[in-house]
């Protein structure tokens, strides 16, 4: 949005609601609709709502690009400036009226009529229902990273932790040190009873 000149605090909290609700649709997670939208915003320089109708269409066409988001965000970039090839390769057509604003909306509307709907569908799937899940329980882990990197008491406990760290260097490679000696020194006996189990099992077969 601030590269159309039309950015606002509301607007982006609007369009990051707007990318968490299409999330819970489709099997795109949130994160990869914005950077997908600003690929979109960077070339058509589109109006909230027009960016928003733009991102949806996207998510239907990547059903013709083997459910790759990207590659159908840049088929509707590229269509935003009046470049219609990576449409029509994949058999989306209309007919032009040579106004470049007229003819995205009819390239969008095009998309719509032929596969409108298709990214809701894809969630009824297995894959897509397993890639859902994946979106809930990233989301998930993104929260529980928030809370646990911006708690100030985790964060100071670290912080003791280190300190502990660096002032007992000495005795915790010791301690290593002793418990690696130690177990260098049980393998010879652990090999003796294995060939011992080995020779009195092959005795009991024979």
């Not at 707007?18 to 070339?43: G, H, K, R």
């Not at 269509?79 to 994949?90: I, Q, R, T, W």
């Amino acid at each position: 949005l601030a590269l159309s000149g039309r950015y606002s605090k509301n607007a982006s909290d609007d369009f990051s609601a707007f990318a968490s609700a299409l999330q819970d649709t489709t099997v795109f997670e949130d994160d990869l609709i914005i950077q997908n939208a600003s690929l979109i915003q960077s070339m058509g320089k589109l109006t909230n709502d027009g960016l928003k109708k733009a991102v949806v269409a996207a998510t239907d066409l990547a059903f013709l690009f083997k459910g790759d988001l990207s590659q159908a965000s840049e088929a509707i970039a590229k269509a935003s400036v009046g470049n219609y090839m990576a449409l029509e390769k994949v058999g989306i057509t209309f007919r032009k009226t040579g106004d470049n604003g007229r003819d995205f909306k009819l390239a969008l509307n095009a998309i719509e009529k032929s596969l409108g709907g298709s990214a809701q569908e894809s969630v009824n799937t297995f894959a897509g229902g397993i890639a859902q899940l994946g979106n809930v329980l990233g989301d998930m882990k993104e929260r529980i990273g928030d809370v646990i990197t911006k708690n100030p008491e985790v964060l100071k406990g670290f912080q003791d932790l280190k300190k502990v760290i660096k002032e007992n260097e000495g005795s915790i490679v010791d301690l290593v040190k002793n418990g690696m000696t130690a177990l260098q020194s049980t393998i010879p006996f652990v090999v003796r009873s294995i060939n011992v189990l080995i020779k009195t099992f092959e005795s009991a077969v024979t």
